[in-house]
């Protein structure tokens, strides 16, 4: 069974920082590219971040210089550091697994807000 267990969300401050997880099972992690997703209220679904088999990495534009993606494939794990969080980043996190099949975890909520 694929599961894809976001974690690491919340409430932070803008100018704050929050480290995403997100736990992989049921298929061979180290062949799939790993992708960071969310959603804003009333908006459409947006790629946030990309980190591909030999770990290369992209990001939206807005985001760059601020979100690192890494992995460990030991640990079946991607995460998302986000530093000097703005409101703008409110949204819930989902967490992608793509390759010969698209697999998606459940998400997860940050909030930035005072």
């Known amino acids: 069974q694929v599961q894809l267990v976001e974690s690491g969300g919340g409430l932070v401050q803008p100018g704050g920082s929050l480290r995403l997880s997100c736990t992989a099972s049921?298929?061979?992690?180290?062949?799939?590219?790993m992708n960071w997703y969310r959603r804003a209220p009333g908006k459409q679904r947006e790629l946030v971040a990309t980190?591909?088999?030999?770990?290369?990495?992209n990001y939206e534009d807005s985001v760059k210089g601020r979100f690192t993606i890494s992995r460990d494939n030991a640990k079946n794990t991607v995460y998302l550091q986000m530093n000097s969080l703005k409101p703008e980043d409110t949204a819930v996190y989902y967490c992608?697994?793509?390759?010969?099949?698209?697999?998606w975890g459940q998400g997860t909520q940050v909030t930035v807000s005072s």
């Open positions: 992608n697994a793509f390759r010969y099949n698209n697999y």
């Open positions: 049921g298929f061979i992690f180290d062949m799939y590219t």
């Open positions: 980190i591909y088999r030999l770990f290369s990495t």
